[in-house]
């Protein structure tokens, strides 16, 4: 127990302190693993199954969330692959030219080596990107979907790679696994009768480990990955987001196994760090590439900023390749050391550019060259809010309510806005006056400034961080009018206070608010049933 608490010191430590100094707390945990290496600590054999329990709920969480569609969308598939061929030529010859100049590390490398280091630079962390972005509540705004896309197609080749590089074939019973599409059918029967609780929670662990990582790895193939493909047959149900917000503290508490274990692959030399720099100074190239190609895509330049930079980091699965590299004799075993050091670097390097927040991206993106808005994607381009009064950001549950309470009500003219297309084309669907729009981009509230009819703006996102954004865009744009936000957490209406916004709302508080109005013989207002209201979320026909 004496290990297992040095450990956990020494990661609260740290991780308490990058946040003292406004990083991440990931930063820490990749500190944490370094440190206690160099204290020479004994290893935890756990800890590593505890960062592949992390990994594999993660990707399950993001199956959970996934639209299988933006998959087949050419900004996806084809960004990824034409990104690929570049990181691999380009970054080949970047450290081709410096075992020519005399890198110690790479000197005297074959060309199949490097084109195998510059393969393995050529991924993005899933792990990290997601977890950005779930602390900023964008993973469903058009630049999160897109770069979890980006990395999903890059986890399809990883899987390639393996396969082709293991020496045999998957198993004829992995043609089997075709028959988990009618098997999910019975299986969201049975999640339907489970309710709310644990046993909610305990099916989706079941789910992920079982017939995703097990079964998966049983017939050959990668585990997280089935894991993966088991949260997107299971995303129609109507409580998948439910399932993933009560997984989430399981991941997040999981996943600090995963950066940890990083730092604990071996402590770097001078020459180790020299070429992890050189690593590092590919960063920028790779977020570039990234950036031109999703522009030619007939993305917005501040889309394609975002996803660009949110992917400019390296991944854990470089470290797999490295160790195909070793296991081939084509590498020495310092790589891994060298690679596991390059990845913590990038996750460092990522979390600073990325934790500068979408302002800095707005800036860079009006010195870029202007675009034709008729010729970008149909979600990229300019959106009207006529002459609504409310604009109502955030169409989920409470959005919603508020719609209708200041419409039916209060006689407002509201209008909705929110990032999902298929809400917003069901909310159109019924009558509702909503558009689809990113309220965390600065162009949206310049749209809204000129009309000068909105004077109310309601921030009802699930995720603080998102509304945190919004209102840092709505100040930005020169908004003058009175601003509510929802939040779940006093702290959090405290710093909505604190900043300015008129009207702090605790959801929570609230809903105890109307139930003691109703107990206490006042205005009785439409009660919402939970299960009703996810069925009607799932089922347009059922409102």
Not at 85 to 102: E, F, P, Q, R
Request: charged share 15%; aromatic share 8%; glycine share 10%.
């Amino acid at each position: 127990m004496t290990t297992v608490a040095i450990y956990l010191v020494v990661t609260f430590g740290l991780g308490g302190l990058a946040m003292a100094v406004r990083l991440p707390p990931l930063v820490g945990f990749l500190a944490a693993g370094f440190v206690i290496n160099a204290l020479d600590v004994e290893h935890i054999p756990q800890l590593e199954i505890l960062a592949d329990l992390g990994v594999t709920l993660l990707l399950f969480a993001i199956g959970l969330k996934l639209d299988v569609r933006i998959l087949l969308r050419r900004e996806v598939w084809l960004t990824t692959s034409v990104h690929m061929v570049i990181s691999v030529v380009l970054g080949g010859a970047a450290l081709w030219v410096a075992a020519v100049a005399g890198m110690a590390m790479l000197s005297g490398q074959s060309l199949q080596t490097i084109a195998l280091l510059a393969f393995a630079l050529s991924f993005s962390s899933t792990v990290f990107v997601v977890k950005v972005l779930e602390e900023r509540g964008e993973s469903h705004a058009l630049y999160g979907r897109v770069a979890i896309g980006i990395l999903v197609m890059q986890d399809i080749v990883a899987v390639v790679f393996l396969t082709a590089t293991s020496g045999h074939l998957p198993s004829p019973w992995a043609l089997a696994l075709i028959g988990l599409w009618p098997l999910t059918r019975v299986l969201r029967k049975i999640w339907t009768r489970l309710g709310h609780g644990e046993m909610q929670s305990l099916f989706g662990i079941v789910m992920a480990f079982v017939p995703g990582y097990a079964l998966f790895s049983a017939v050959g193939l990668k585990g997280d990955l089935g894991a993966l493909i088991i949260g997107v047959l299971l995303a129609s149900h109507s409580a998948s987001s439910e399932l993933a917000r009560s997984l989430f503290h399981i991941k997040e508490l999981l996943l600090v196994g995963f950066f940890v274990s990083i730092g604990l692959t071996g402590l770097p030399d001078l020459p180790t760090i020299g070429v992890a720099v050189l690593m590092v100074l590919l960063l920028p190239f790779k977020a570039g590439w990234y950036v031109a190609l999703l522009s030619l895509m007939r993305l917005r330049h501040r889309t394609s900023l975002l996803a660009g930079l949110s992917l400019m980091n390296y991944s854990e699965f470089g470290l797999i390749v490295v160790s195909v590299g070793v296991s081939a004799g084509m590498l020495a075993p310092a790589w891994l050391v060298e690679m596991s050091i390059a990845v913590a670097l990038s996750f460092v390097v990522s979390a600073l550019v990325n934790g500068r927040g979408h302002l800095m991206v707005e800036k860079i993106a009006a010195r870029l060259p202007a675009q034709d808005e008729q010729r970008l994607q149909p979600e990229e381009r300019p959106v009207d809010a006529g002459d609504a009064e409310v604009v109502v950001i955030g169409m989920g549950r409470v959005g919603f309510a508020a719609y209708q309470r200041l419409t039916d009500h209060y006689g407002y003219r509201v209008v909705g806005v929110d990032y999902d297309g298929r809400r917003i084309q069901r909310l159109a669907e019924e009558g509702l006056r909503v558009v689809e729009g990113d309220a965390t981009d600065l162009d949206f509230w310049h749209r809204l400034r000129h009309s000068e009819s909105a004077r109310i703006a309601i921030l009802a996102m699930p995720r603080h961080g998102a509304n945190v954004t919004a209102l840092d865009c709505l100040r930005e744009s020169g908004f003058s009018g009175t601003v509510a936000a929802v939040a779940r957490y006093d702290d959090e209406v405290a710093w909505a206070r604190e900043h300015g916004v008129d009207i702090a709302f605790n959801v929570y508080a609230g809903a105890g608010l109307e139930l003691a109005d109703q107990v206490g013989g006042g205005p009785v207002p439409a009660v919402i049933d939970p299960e009703l209201e996810a069925e009607r979320d799932a089922d347009p026909k059922s409102r």
